[in-house]
């Protein structure tokens, strides 16, 4: 585990980068059970072999969800709020065995009362072959000590 990482610990320029993690076909199959999202193009092979994808992808979800299973893999922050995400896109496909990671970097910060500090951050969610396959901006409140 590492240490956490609180407002005064960061500067905006921070990139802070994560280990992957490797995505699976039970990982998508578990994610359709959660939301009830069993579209053909995520669950059934024969029906995504004649799409433009040639075969499943994972929802779209799994890849936001994706990076909170990464958040552990990274410099872990003394986060108290999860503010929003905006601007999120989806951009290329994650096909099962699609090893991910997360490149995270502070784009603005601004003191929020005395105890706490708002934090803006770029993610990109990126795939073994260095493409970004989602990215946006979220924000989140930080403990300053």
């Given amino acids: 585990m590492h240490d956490l990482l609180h407002f005064n610990d960061i500067e905006v320029g921070d990139i802070f980068e994560t280990t992957g993690r490797t995505v699976t076909e039970t990982d998508v199959v ?5 939301t009830g999202d069993f579209t053909p193009l995520h669950v059934d092979h024969e029906y995504a072999r004649n799409t433009p994808f ?11 969800s994706g990076l909170g299973w990464l958040s552990g893999r990274g410099a872990s922050m003394a986060s108290a709020e999860f503010v929003s995400v905006r601007d999120w896109k989806f951009l290329k496909p994650i096909y099962f065995g699609d090893t991910l990671h997360v490149k995270t970097e502070v784009i603005e910060k601004r003191q929020h009362g005395r105890r706490r500090g ?3 951050w770029h993610r990109e969610l990126i795939n073994q072959d260095g493409q970004v396959v989602q990215s946006g901006v979220f924000e989140t409140l930080v403990d300053v000590a």
């Fill in 30 to 34: 578990n994610f359709a059970g959660m």
């Fill in 118 to 120: 708002e934090v803006i």
């Fill in 54 to 64: 040639r075969k499943p992808v994972a929802q779209g979800l799994v890849g936001v």
